[in-house]
């Protein structure tokens, strides 16, 4: 028994990283997920159906047995350099445009060699215990149970514990070890097996139709299409769940492991009734689980509604990540663990009918289960294809759920049918069990779990798809208007992008733009949000733009926000391809001018692999000769360590590497890693002339990107200032995914971004000789002056703004917003450098809201600058307000002096 729990938590172990590690090839959206699963239960399938025929032949099944998680374990040392090679070459192989199916049975061959074993241990495995026990019907559920059991500790383990301590190659050698013991204990447990012929056999049967052992087909029907349905469940379950949990690599194992102790629980406790369940009314017990998996699933739906007031009871938004995972297991568990439960006790019961000898033939041998465990492994490798691809992208959520109900209804009704019940018994099951789906369906009602928008915003349109729930919201309030409304894209609850005028994302575009210089011809964008970002690349003389975006649905709401992103979807130089963007830089054989890397959320799964070394080396690969890659990175979504880690690996690849940040928010700053495999240089002639071109002034001045002595204030560090910065964090890699597994850990706050901009303020740096040239050395020299003073105002702003930041943070509503300590960042920006506007507003506001501070600012201003009429016009409006006409009368006379009237 102890080698099914070290086999079933070796599976998964080894399975969960390989699906990650295979993924990584196949993408990330849905197709490849679900691919690699499909692949993955297809082989077990056939792996079952192998050993159907000779799992009761074989002289020695234990030391098959053993013999086959030797070969389990060998696949999985090798594994993780095999599959790594896979996943460079199998994007190339299967191009951009490679069918569903070819998908699947890429993955399925990749994964044969190992999921042969794995299909085939559970039959060996039990023909083993036949030789040495008689309560076969128990020993089968025990046997399911245990596997079961010991698969939840090894996904929680290898997620939890091994990855993020060893990583990938020697957590999978962790999970070999545990194929080597199971192959250890099996090989010693039954060293000296003998045949036994005596087989513990059920009583008579008393149900309407005792022909149930001997049409064993209606059982094998009901094996298949209950793994069907249970697999379509979990789509659908995860896909609904995932909404309002974190969305990280955890909160899947989470779920995964909610999903096994389940089915493992429900067949333990198969075991412990298997002789009640088998020998009085089997057919009838197997018609009332089937029956109350049916209404189960549909009262869960109710349950998953609640998910989001149950998750925010067990952990409010400001828990500790420790708690907010427990919280996540605990939600699952009260959500999908009644179900699973059943789904344990179905299959276990279903199994032990198809295992039962017949009655009539002598002597009386249990029958084997690998036809059994194959159908039911086929019928679940088609439940991603059916309900991930085609039922979620065909109906909505709640109707996918309600289907998967009707289908166990459906199926009770049909075996009871078949066994002749009374029909007065068909009657009141289906009366009241179409009467509790019908009840239970309209309780939930729909399935998308977001919150309402709320009196401000308004939803304009919203799909539930395979990727999650993405929709679009407007308002009119401030900063929009009725002329321009606001308009914000959401992805489940977690992801909003816009809400604004888009200036920090449009910067980000125009910024990259003028980066790469006007030879550029041709852009990739990977991540498109609301298409701001892209968008902005449409106005340079680009011939071809390529847009690279997970989720589709993300494309087909580009429409809404074409007054952000230029028309993003009708330009004919736009190509716009919902796919994976690993995925595409190994599949897509195009070279690049510019290839930008959008705002990813390295805690979410899958994000940390944009982080990785590899990833990098793919768009390094795709530049062409004196092409750019610029990877911003959002410093609110970042823990300090995950962007060493991230700075580290970035170095590591490209040469030549800067940094610079994109607009001047330390609420949500942005940092851009420039790389490249050759020197980067900006012509300073060709930078003024992009700023002054009349076609995009307007632009620009929106943008607040007018000012060439502007572009490089925000300059923050050359290469060996990243290198300083990353200081001894480890690269990011496919085989040790620092990032994805250590960034959803990390405690981040309102003032993350602040924090971390602070930081990184310490460590700037100018920016070094040959960055920017000239063919004039006094001009390159004015340049830097220039540069430097706008460099310097901008460090006074920021720590102006960081100090705002905290002060609103932490102080009560009542007390006054500005205070001549807050305020003195801001001064000391305008009197080193007059022509840098952030500071401005500031100040102004400041000096109209207190006539004390006025009397300190403005004066000072004046001063500074003599000859600045909005100054002047605010020293002016303050004398007013006190009522000093004699100051007034003087400063009338001064600002007429400069023309005013």
């Not at 594994?79 to 299967?94: D, M, Q």
């Not at 080597?180 to 008393?206: D, T, Y």
Request: proline residues 6%; charged residues 15%.
């Amino acid at each position: 028994m102890a080698a099914a729990a070290f086999a079933g938590a070796a599976a998964l172990a080894c399975e969960t990283s390989w699906t990650r590690l295979l993924g990584l090839a196949l993408g990330h959206e849905q197709l490849g997920v679900l691919a690699v699963l499909a692949g993955f239960f297809g082989g077990m399938a056939l792996g079952a159906a192998l050993a159907h025929a000779r799992a009761d032949s074989v002289r020695a099944p234990a030391r098959s047995f053993a013999l086959l998680q030797v070969g389990v374990a060998a696949y999985a040392i090798a594994s993780p350099w095999s599959l790594t090679w896979f996943g460079g070459w199998l994007p190339g192989a299967l191009g951009l445009a490679a069918p569903a199916v070819l998908s699947v049975v890429a993955a399925a061959v990749i994964l044969l060699p190992a999921t042969l074993a794995l299909g085939a241990s559970l039959p060996l495995l039990v023909a083993a215990r036949r030789q040495v026990a008689t309560d076969d019907a128990r020993g089968l559920a025990r046997l399911y149970a245990l596997d079961t059991i010991g698969a939840t500790l090894g996904v929680l383990a290898m997620i939890h514990l091994l990855l993020p301590a060893l990583g990938v190659p020697r957590a999978t050698a962790v999970a070999a070890a545990l194929a080597l013991i199971s192959a250890g204990l099996a090989s010693a447990g039954w060293a000296n097996e003998r045949p036994n012929e005596q087989v513990e056999q059920a009583a008579p049967a008393r149900d309407p139709d005792d022909g149930l052992l001997r049409e064993r087909w209606i059982s094998y029907v009901a094996i298949g299409v209950t793994g069907l349905l249970g697999l379509g469940l979990e789509v659908i379950g995860v896909r609904v769940l995932a909404q309002v949990f974190s969305g990280t690599i955890y909160s899947f194992a989470d779920l995964l492991a909610v999903w096994l102790l389940g089915t493992g629980l429900g067949a333990g406790c198969h075991a412990r009734l298997s002789a009640r369940a088998l020998g009085r009314r089997p057919a009838t017990v197997l018609v009332a689980l089937v029956w109350a998996l049916a209404l189960s699933v549909a009262l869960t739906a109710m349950l998953a509604k609640a998910a989001p007031e149950l998750l925010e009871w067990l952990a409010p938004p400001s828990s500790a990540w420790g708690r907010r995972q427990l919280a996540e297991l605990a939600t699952a568990g009260i959500v999908l663990g009644p179900t699973t439960i059943l789904m344990g006790a179905c299959f276990a019961h279903l199994l032990a009918l198809i295992a039962a000898p017949d009655p009539n033939v002598t002597p009386a041998r249990p029958r084997s289960i690998g036809l059994a465990l194959a159908i039911n492994g086929l019928a679940a490798a088609a439940a991603p294809v059916v309900f991930g691809l085609w039922a979620i992208g065909s109906l909505t959520y709640a109707e996918v759920w309600a289907a998967i109900a009707w289908g166990y209804l459906l199926l009770a009704v049909g075996i009871a049918w078949l066994r002749r019940f009374p029909p007065r018994v068909i009657a009141f099951g289906s009366i009241v069990g179409g009467l509790t789906l019908l009840s239970a369906g309209a309780g939930a009602g729909s399935l998308v779990l977001v919150e309402d928008e709320g009196d401000a915003w308004t939803i304009v349109e919203r799909r539930e798809g395979s990727l999650g729930v993405v929709g679009v919201s407007r308002t009119t309030q401030a900063p929009g208007s009725i002329e321009r409304p606001l308009l914000r894209l959401r992805v489940d609850r977690h992801f909003r992008m816009g809400g604004a005028l888009s200036i920090g994302e449009r910067r980000m575009g125009h910024v990259s733009m003028l980066l790469a210089g006007p030879e550029a011809r041709a852009a990739l964008f990977l991540g498109l949000g609301t298409g701001a970002t892209a968008g902005a690349g449409l106005s340079y003389p680009l011939t071809q733009l390529t847009g690279v975006e997970l989720v589709p649905d993300v494309i087909e709401m580009l429409p809404h926000f074409e007054a952000v992103n230029a028309g993003l979807t009708t330009d004919p130089r736009v190509r716009l391809l919902p796919v994976d963007a690993r995925r595409f830089l190994r599949a897509d054989n195009g070279a690049h001018d510019l290839i930008v890397a959008d705002l990813f959320h390295p805690a979410r799964d899958g994000a940390g692999s944009l982080y990785a070394r590899e990833q990098f080396t793919a768009a390094r690969e795709r530049l062409s000769p004196g092409g750019l890659f610029v990877q911003w990175l959002p410093l609110y979504q970042l823990d300090w360590r995950s962007l060493q880690m991230i700075a580290r690996t970035f170095v590591d690849v490209f040469p030549h590497a800067h940094a610079m940040l994109a607009l001047y928010n330390v609420e949500t700053p942005a940092l851009g890693l420039i790389g490249s495999a050759s020197e980067i240089q900006i012509s300073l002639a060709q930078l003024e002339r992009a700023l002054a071109d009349p076609e995009r002034s307007a632009l620009y001045r929106e943008l607040a990107l007018t000012d060439p002595r502007d572009f490089l204030a925000g300059y923050m560090l050359d290469r060996a200032g990243l290198i300083e910065l990353a200081g001894d964090a480890p690269i990011n890699d496919d085989l040790h995914p620092r990032v994805e597994l250590l960034a959803p850990r990390a405690e981040l706050g309102p003032l993350t971004g602040a924090d971390n901009l602070e930081r990184l303020l310490t460590q700037r740096r100018a920016w070094p000789d040959g960055f920017v040239t000239d063919p004039d050395p006094a001009a390159l020299a004015r340049y830097r002056a220039a540069t430097a003073g706008f460099a310097d105002a901008l460090a006074h702003y920021l720590q102006g703004e960081l100090a705002l930041r905290r002060r609103l943070a932490s102080a009560p509503s009542t007390a006054p917003v500005f205070t001549r300590e807050l305020l003195a960042p801001y001064l000391a920006a305008y009197l080193r450098e007059p022509a840098f506007l952030p500071a401005r507003p500031r100040l102004f506001a400041a000096a109209e809201a207190d006539p004390i501070l006025a009397e300190w600012l403005l004066p000072a201003m004046l001063e500074r600058t003599p000859n600045h009429r909005r100054a002047h016009q605010a020293w002016l409006a303050h004398l007013a307000r006190i009522h000093d006409q004699p100051r007034l009368d003087v400063a009338l006379a001064a600002w007429r002096e400069l023309g005013g009237d």
